[in-house]
Structures are given as structure tokens and as C-alpha cells.
């Protein structure tokens, strides 16, 4: 655990158990945002395992506002580059509400989990962008992220994956 970091009028700390529901709500929010909300079915008892079980398979960090209400968050988890042998802090989703949208709550996320990268020994960070998010695509180009040139994505869904192991 991380101690909260301030970035007035902003605190970052790491989620805890108490703030199951509000993460599951900013992932709704996320969802709505992306149009995907048909997808996001986590359920705050899958969220709680996921961020508190034995062992954690994912980390969370809030971002409050001065007035104590979430005004964001980030959630991510560490994959492992076998050519370095290192570990990689993938960012699953970091969302801002959008009332605080440029208010440089957002490079303040993506800071602080570069801090962390660092601390654990990560070479890098990674995440995915909406093809059609503009905003978040420029932003990411502003602090310094580029596109993972020669690479796709691939993704096998829970049939293929059920018939693979079959």
C-alpha cells in the first residue's frame, strides 16, 4: 500500500475494501462513456475478490476531490515481459469524471502509477485506447505514450476459450 498522495485539490490513495461500491460505480461510468455498458457486469463481490482476495489480482487507486466525493479512479495489474524478464504495470482503466476532466487529474494518475512501475521494478506501462476516443488518445500522446507499433491485440472470449480447454 501506498501512502495518499496529494495533488491539490486532489488526493490519490489506494483503494480499499470500503470503497468497492464507489470503484463499481465509476466502472459503470467508464462503461456508459465508452458505450460498452452492456459489458460491464462485475459485481462489487467480484470487484472485492479481485482487489482484497488471496492473492490480489488487480489494484485500484481513487482520486478524491477536496470535498471527499471520487472524482476518478485507475485499476490495473502486472503482466510479465519474458524477452526482459521484468514485469509490466498494465493499466486496465483509469476513468475522470467529467466534471474534473482538465483539471490535470488525469496526468496526475498516470504519474503516480509510473511511480509505481518504477518502485516495482517495471520497464513500462501499457494500456489500450478506443480506436474512436480522441480526447484520450491525444492525451495519451501528450504524455508521452506512443502506439505499439507491429502488434494487435487478440482476445479469446469466454466460447473459444471454453472450447479450447474442452
Known sequence: MSDPVAAEPYT?????????????????????YEKLEHLAVGTE????????????????LVAEASDGE?????????SFRTFQAL???????VFVEPAHRGSGLGRRIFAEL?????REGCDRMEW????WNAPAIGFYD????????GWT??????????ALAA
Open 12 to 32: 490519490l490513495r489506494d483503494a480499499e475494501p470500503r470503497d468497492v461500491g464507489t470503484v463499481v460505480r465509476l466502472v459503470r461510468a467508464l462503461a456508459r
Open 45 to 60: 463481490a467480484a470487484f472485492r475478490q479481485a482487489l482484497f482476495g488471496t492473492p490480489p489480482r488487480a489494484f485500484a
Open 70 to 78: 471520487a472524482a476518478g479512479f485507475a485499476l490495473w495489474f502486472y
Open 87 to 93: 514485469p509490466c504495470l498494465y493499466v486496465e482503466d
Open 114 to 118: 509510473a511511480r509505481r512501475a518504477l
Open 128 to 131: 489500450s485506447v478506443l480506436d
Open 142 to 149: 501528450r504524455i508521452g505514450s506512443r502506439p505499439r507499433e
Open 153 to 162: 491485440l487478440r482476445v479469446l472470449t469466454r466460447p473459444a476459450l471454453d
